[in-house]
C-alpha cells in the first residue's frame, strides 16, 4: 500500500486494469477534493454536484476495466473532462425539460443584479453584440473557437482550460490571444461594433 502512494496516476491505473481495487481507491483519494470542486464550482447545487462526481467516477472505472484508457500521463484533466461531458449533458436536459430551479440561497431571483432591468436600448444592443460574436466565433479555428467559448460562456480560469483540452496554460492564453485578434479583425472587416458606447 505505501508503494501505491507514491505511485503516478498511470501506475495506478495499470494495477486497477489489472485487479488491484487498493490502486483506485488511492486514486479517488487523490483526486476526489479538486474533482467534486470543479464539479461543485460549475453547478452550484450539492445534490447535483454529488450525483456528477460518482458518475464521473464509474465512468473511469469502466473505461478503465474495458482496456480503454490511454491519456498517457493525463488522469486528472481526462477525470475533468469527464465531469466536463456530464455538466454539459445535465445543462441539455435541464434545458430541454424547461427546469426553473428558485430554491437556491444563491438564486435570489428578488436580488438579481443580473435579472434587474436595464435600458431598452442597452439590452437591445448586448443582444446584437453577443449575437455578432457568435456568428463570428464560427469562422475562428476550432481551438480558438473552444477557448474563447469555456472562457467565456462556461466561466472557466485557464487553469482549469489547460487541464480539460490537455494544454499548457501558455497555450491556451494564447490561443484566446489570437482568437480575440481573428475576432477584432473579422469584426472590422464587416463593419461590426462590438462595444456598448
Given amino acids: 500500500m505505501k508503494e501505491q502512494l507514491t505511485a503516478t496516476d498511470e501506475k495506478l491505473v495499470a494495477l486497477y486494469a489489472q485487479g488491484d481495487n487498493e490502486a483506485f481507491d ?21 445534490e ?26 493525463k488522469f486528472p484533466a481526462w477525470l475533468t473532462r469527464i465531469a466536463h461531458n456530464l455538466i ?11 427546469f426553473v430551479f428558485c430554491d437556491q440561497e444563491e438564486r435570489n ?3 438579481n443584479i443580473r435579472l434587474s432591468e436595464g435600458t431598452i436600448e442597452t439590452e437591445i444592443v ?8 457568435r456568428r463570428l466565433m464560427k469562422h475562428l479555428p476550432e481551438e480558438q473557437r473552444e477557448v474563447v467559448h469555456m472562457r467565456f460562456y462556461q466561466d472557466l480560469s485557464f487553469k482549469e482550460i489547460a487541464e480539460m483540452t490537455g494544454v499548457s ?27 456598448v458606447d
Fill in 126 to 133: 448586448n443582444r446584437q453584440i453577443i449575437a455578432d460574436v
Fill in 88 to 98: 454539459i449533458d445535465c445543462f441539455r436536459q435541464e434545458k430541454q425539460e424547461n
Fill in 48 to 73: 447535483l454536484a454529488e450525483d456528477i462526481f460518482q458518475e464521473t467516477f464509474t465512468k473511469a472505472i469502466i473505461t478503465i476495466k474495458q482496456g480503454r484508457y490511454n491519456e498517457n500521463g
Fill in 109 to 111: 431571483l428578488l436580488n
Fill in 169 to 195: 496554460i501558455n497555450t491556451s492564453l494564447g490561443r484566446m490571444r489570437y482568437a480575440i485578434l481573428n475576432l477584432r479583425r473579422m469584426a472590422e472587416k464587416h463593419g461590426i461594433v462590438l462595444t
Fill in 26 to 46: 488511492v486514486l479517488l483519494n487523490r483526486h476526489k477534493d479538486r474533482l467534486y470542486a470543479y464539479i461543485y464550482y460549475t453547478v452550484r447545487n450539492e
